[in-house]
């Protein structure tokens, strides 16, 4: 299936003739796949040779277009092709391949491939002709494709694929996007090796002349430079090269390439720019947040001094509220009871939690008047007070607490408004026990007619 070309053969002798077949034959192909083996570029027959488009074979994996039984052995093959050190872009690989259609079916082509090294623009990139022939190929086919097909599939690539002898006396090969980069011809270069360097911008001269000078011949070479054409713009360049050697391990020439680095130059100067342009906002907005946090750790201090005075002001009224003989009842607009004292619980005989699940309305509410008849809930002072929004005073109304016992209290109630509000939002109740506190249940008032004989046989002790 295999067959390698040698070691010793120069780059210039890799490509005789044979190569130009494969893009004039009607079933000739020239494929680009990098090293993961993803196809860059093609040209030629692809519909004959794989049954797809051009557009439908570009950005597929090579492995997914040839029989499964070879796969492994192509990569195998592919791979011992070198990219660097001794021997890059000397040895090609001829194979017999079976390519796999889009109809399932497969047809046998003769293949060869080498591998351009760096280019600048792909880690690598293995170049291929596929072609169908009658015959098995030569073990020395890959050494017939000349270097016409060379320039040809190098036109495909972004950047200057260029090779000279050292030190840059002589290019014996340079591709057509020179004149474009450079604004130059090709020709030129070749006349004159060093007018290359005449492009360069002053700024970057000097430095690139002295990286030349300083390198060792085994060194690859790189750098970064302006070259200005000659309608005055410039491009930002990034220029790569490595040595060739021959069999016996000489470097003998510099191969490389040159591409046009100006859009990421662009962004990086952009973004220079723009993280300049945040730092200045980061210092601007550090000085905003000192401040904010100077005048957020007042506002807490404040915050805190104004609970703490709260707190106090709180303790003061629940000792106020506690200290009081007058029983207190906070309710709120629909009569539920939210607060009390001390005072109230002792007077009406129930806790405080008891007391907030009793509303003015709840029928365990057993109240009458001073006449000994039934007061409804909606009667009672608070809720009176909570509908007309007037206060109620010294109103007298006996309750039987849960002992059975019956109270009689003298109340008052006033209303609390909100600020431009005439609809009271709460009412405060106030209470006291008369002396006469309690009496069994079924000795009511009415049936002593009303509470002034109790209150006088109370006052006889």
């Known amino acids: 299936m295999e067959q390698e070309s040698g070691a010793g053969a120069r780059p210039e002798h890799l490509f005789q003739s044979g190569g130009r077949d494969a893009i004039s034959r009607p079933d000739g192909l020239i494929i680009g796949i990098d090293d993961s083996f993803y196809l860059r570029f093609v040209c030629g027959s692809a519909e004959r040779v794989f049954g797809r488009t051009e557009d439908e074979v570009v950005g597929k994996h090579l492995m997914a277009l040839i029989a499964e039984r070879q796969r ?26 079976e390519c796999l259609r889009d109809d399932g079916t497969t047809v046998a082509r003769e293949a060869t491939f080498w591998q351009i090294p760096d280019t600048g623009v792909d880690n690598s990139l293995y170049v291929g002709f596929i072609f169908e022939t009658p015959s098995r190929p030569s073990p020395h086919k890959a050494l017939e494709h000349s270097e016409e097909e060379l320039r040809q599939i190098v036109d495909y690539v972004p950047g200057v694929f260029w090779l000279c002898d ?25 006349d004159n090796p060093l007018s290359w360097l005449d492009a360069i911008h002053p700024e970057d001269r000097p430095a690139i002349e002295a990286h ?7 060194d690859p070479y790189q750098c ?38 100006s859009e990421r130059k662009a962004a990086e100067f952009q973004l220079r720019r723009a993280q300049d342009g945040l730092e200045d906002r980061v210092a601007a907005r550090t000085a905003q947040l000192s401040q904010a946090v100077v005048l957020l750790e007042k506002e807490v201090e404040d915050h805190r001094a104004a609970e703490e005075a709260l707190r106090e002001t709180r303790d003061i009224y629940q000792s106020v509220m506690s200290a009081l003989e007058e029983g207190i009842v ?22 405080a939690r008891e007391l907030r699940d009793r509303p003015s309305f709840d ?45 009689w209290i003298s109340v008052n109630s006033r209303p609390l408004f909100r600020n431009g509000e005439t609809t009271p ?37």
């Open 330 to 351: 906070f309710q709120d607009e629909a009569g539920s009871i939210l607060a009390t004292n001390p005072a109230a619980e002792k007077i009406l005989g129930l806790s």
């Open 212 to 218: 030349i000078a300083q390198r060792r011949p085994d």
């Open 363 to 407: 029928p365990r509410w057993q109240v009458i008047r001073e006449d000994g008849e039934t007061l409804p809930g909606p009667q009672h002072p608070a809720m009176v007070t909570l509908v007309t929004g007037k206060p109620c005073n010294s109103v007298v109304m006996g309750v039987y607490r849960e002992d059975q016992k019956l109270v």
């Open 224 to 261: 970064e430079y302006r070259v200005v054409r000659p309608d005055g713009r410039y491009s930002w360049i990034l220029d790569r090269g490595f040595p060739l050697r021959d069999s016996e391990q000489r470097i003998y020439r510099l191969a490389g390439v040159a591409v046009d680095i």
């Open 72 to 97: 492994e052995i192509f990569s195998e093959c592919l791979r011992r092709i070198p990219s660097r050190g001794a021997g890059a872009g000397e040895y090609a690989v001829t194979l017999d391949l």
């Open 166 to 190: 050292i030190p840059f006396t002589h290019f014996s090969y340079v591709s057509q996007a020179y004149e474009r980069l450079w604004g130059r011809s090709c020709q030129s270069l070749k």
């Open 425 to 461: 939002y709460a009412v405060v109740t106030s209470f006291y026990g008369h002396n006469a506190e309690t009496c069994n249940r079924g000795t009511t008032a009415s049936s002593r007619g009303g509470i002034g004989p109790i209150l006088a046989s109370a006052g006889h002790g």
